[in-house]
T-cell receptor, first 115, second 113 residues
Framework: AQSVTQLDSHVSVSEGTPVLLRCNYSSSYSPSLFWYVQHPNKGLQLLLKYTSAATLVKGINGFEAEFKKSETSFHLTKPSAHMSDAAEYFC?????????????FGKGTHLIIQP | EAGVAQSPRYKIIEKRQSVAFWCNPISGHATLYWYQQILGQGPKLLIQ????????DSQLPKDRFSAERLKGVDSTLKIQPAKLEDSAVYLC???????????FGQGTRLTVV
């Protein structure tokens, strides 16, 4: 069975400082991992994805994430936060090998950007 | 490329009434998902289709929820009868194949009063 744990429900950073959103996953098979962003009253947008290629994945808007199998982690980072980054972020896992491989979402991390 | 289309955007119904949501996925996408997102929570998978077959409906409350994907394209999700706890945003998503990134529609916000 697959699952995702987002370690922080809220993260607050100042504009221009680094962002770190933490995600641990559990998977019985080789996982695909994703980060999605949801702005208020907007749809879910894919930030980046890991699908067993390079372990450091670059996404849109300056975000990146590193897949660490030994730590079962897939943390999302950005060097410098912008006010427009304020949103809800979801870590998502999908695994091969099982009959059910739908995307399993974490509970989300609310990112707050202080001016 | 057109995105995932959903309708209606908003719906308010009384408990015990029925409601239906419609989804048109991205053209050519074989996999279609319905998710339920309750306020303040992450989306929960209700049902996954591969073409017109069901891959996973283990979390679908089958006594009141039903879904179909005729001809492997459009899909409808129905709730009958609705309960107060069904108030949520219902998201439809599609992907070209299984285990790849999914593209989401804007969702239908359902309020049951």
């Amino acid at each position: 069975a697959q699952s995702v744990t987002q370690l922080d429900s809220h993260v607050s950073v100042s504009e221009g400082t680094p962002v770190l959103l933490r995600c641990n996953y559990s998977s019985s098979y080789s996982p695909s991992l994703f980060w999605y962003v949801q702005h208020p009253n907007k749809g879910l947008q894919l930030l980046l994805k890991y699908t067993s290629a390079a372990t450091l994945v670059k996404g849109i808007n300056g975000f990146e994430a590193e897949f660490k199998k030994s730590e079962t982690s897939f943390h999302l980072t950005k060097p410098s936060a912008h006010m427009s980054d304020a949103a809800e972020y979801f870590c998502v896992v999908s695994e091969a090998g099982g009959g059910a491989d739908g995307l399993t979402f974490g509970k989300g991390t609310h990112l707050i950007i202080q001016p | 490329e057109a995105g995932v289309a959903q309708s209606p955007r908003y719906k308010i119904i009384e408990k015990r009434q029925s409601v239906a949501f419609w989804c048109n996925p991205i053209s050519g996408h074989a996999t279609l998902y319905w998710y339920q997102q309750i306020l303040g929570q992450g989306p929960k998978l209700l049902i996954q289709f591969q073409n017109n077959g069901v891959v996973d409906d283990s979390q679908l409350p089958k006594d009141r929820f039903s879904a179909e994907r005729l001809k492997g394209v459009d899909s409808t999700l129905k709730i009958q009868p609705a309960k107060l706890e069904d108030s949520a945003v219902y998201l439809c998503a599609s992907s070209s194949t299984r285990r790849t990134e999914a593209f989401f529609g804007q969702g239908t916000r359902l309020t049951v009063v």
